[in-house]
Structure formats: C-alpha cells, structure tokens
C-alpha cells in the first residue's frame, strides 16, 4: 500500500528531527539534543503509523507535538537570533502544525 502525502511528510518530518538531534550530540556532545530528537522523532514516528487508520487521533497527537516544537524552538530562536537549528525547526514545525490542523479537519 502506498503511503499518504500526509504520512509522506510526516516521516520526512520525524527524519529531519531526528538528524537533528544526533547532529547536536555528534557536534557539541548534547545528550538533551539526542534526546530531545530522539523523543520527538519516535512520536512522529508513531503519528505517521497512525495516520492511515486513525487519522483523528494521529492528526491530533501532531498537532500538539509540532505546535510545542514551534513554540520551543521559536523561543530559543528570537533568544539566540540561531537560524540553524532554532529557526529551521520552528519554521518547520510551523507549517506541519498547519498540516495537521487541516488534516483534522478534513477527518472530522
């Protein structure tokens, strides 16, 4: 079976922050960063699982989970002026919040 673009984006989503916390490690030695990806790649993960059989509940847990991320990582982006990792990830986060509000909607 053929995945979704939602579940598409989702896993390139879930990659990204994944990278992106082993990237933190492996530069400047950040459990919180490995962490941190890791955490957040996982649940990801399992929202792109769940999307094709339950995509209320999926669209819901990533609604929450990106819309923490860009509210983290916008803070730390306006404190640090970081584009990389701080803004990226915001800005990402941002649209993926957007994503799975209009994925709920359409579900509902």
Not at 34 to 43: F, K, M, Q, R, T
Not at 57 to 68: E, N
Not at 86 to 101: D, E, F, I, K, W
């Amino acid at each position: 079976m053929e995945s979704s673009l939602s579940q598409k984006f989702t896993l390139v989503y879930a990659s990204l922050l994944g990278a992106g916390g082993l990237m933190g490690y492996l530069k400047r030695g950040s459990k919180i960063s490995l962490v941190a990806g890791g955490g957040s790649a996982a649940l990801f993960y399992y929202v792109y699982t769940e999307l094709p059989g339950n995509p209320v509940l999926a669209s819901s847990i990533g609604i929450v989970g990106s819309a923490a991320l860009t509210g983290m990582m916008g803070s730390r982006y306006l404190r640090t002026r970081k584009v990389i990792p701080a803004g990226v990830v915001s800005v990402v986060s941002l649209v993926m919040t957007g994503a799975y509000l209009h994925g709920l909607i359409r579900s509902s």
